[in-house]
Nanobody
Framework: QVQLVESGGGLVQAGGSLRLSCAVSGRSFARPVMGWFRQAPGKEREFAATIGWSGGTDYADSVKGRFTISRDNVKNIVYLQMNSLKPEDTAVYYC??????????????????WGQGTQVTVSS
């Protein structure tokens, strides 16, 4: 049974940093495409970042240059380093996984497994 467990969320002032972690268990970690999405109150879940099994990355324009996604295939963890945080980054952040393809996914419907989410709140 695949499980994704996020951690690292919290309250931070604008301009600050947080690092989110997503621990993956229950299936070989080596080949999935991983993604981070976020959902603010009253809004749809939106793409933030994705990383392929070989380490290639892609980002939403809104976070490019401020967020960095990375993965540790030994520890089976994917990270999202978030710098220069803004109040509009406030949301529940979810990690997601998809197997069977090497293509990045920017739509929630392209992912098969999800974590429970972790709250990130950025105060002004």
């Amino acid at each position: 049974q695949v499980q994704l467990v996020e951690s690292g969320g919290g309250l931070v002032q604008a301009g600050g940093s947080l690092r989110l972690s997503c621990a993956v268990s229950g299936r070989s970690f080596a080949r999935p495409v991983m993604g981070w999405f976020r959902q603010a109150p009253g809004k749809e879940r939106e793409f933030a970042a994705t990383i392929g099994w070989s380490g290639g990355t892609d980002y939403a324009d809104s976070v490019k240059g401020r967020f960095t996604i990375s993965r540790d295939n030994v520890k089976n963890i994917v990270y999202l380093q978030m710098n220069s945080l803004k109040p509009e980054d406030t949301a529940v952040y979810y990690c997601a996984a998809r197997w069977g393809t090497t293509a990045w996914g920017k739509s929630p419907s392209e992912y098969d497994y999800w974590g429970q989410g972790t709250q990130v709140t950025v105060s002004s």
